[in-house]
């Protein structure tokens, strides 16, 4: 059994610095690469009408060390604690629970990330799954996400969502339509 949520149960706050901006978008939104082709912080607006809502989307570095593995599409990111700090930058990212702001901004990766490359994340609005079909389906969850419940990233080394502790001192990174629920 999984715990979690259904992609059109849920949307994410941006939280991330820099506002959407127009211009050319990629061919294919998924597609990582070892070449940046965008500002870091880039952000564009998709409506996506499955999910009745806008949509924001990221340009960032996935940063591979210490990472837990390859990002898999769906899987949530966070500021890399050590490099976006020595950097100067919030756009270079991890899925390392121990390195993380987990407090912080967080963003879904829309694609397979295997190393440390460039590439778009959804960090705001409904999911996208208009444009981004891999983005459906059902998100890991704490069993504790109740509906109308702020969530954020669980603080743990596997970056699951969780339920906002209001004792917490942290950044609403979403809110929940629903309560999670158990899927086979």
Known sequence: MTQGMDDGKFYLIDNWPGVVTNGPN????????????????????????TNHGW????????????????????SPVAPDTGDAIAAGSWYIVTNDGTDSFKNGPIAIALGTVTDEYYGWFWCGGVCPVDTIPGLGGIYKSDDSVATGSAIMLQDSCVLDFALYDANTVGIISGFALADDESFS
């Open 26 to 49: 990629p061919a294919d939104w998924t597609a990582y690469s070892a070449t940046r082709t965008y500002p870091l912080g880039t952000k564009r607006a998709i409506y996506d009408e």
């Open 55 to 74: 949509a924001t989307l990221i340009y960032l570095m996935f940063e591979t060390a210490g990472a837990i593995a390859a990002c898999a599409v769906k």
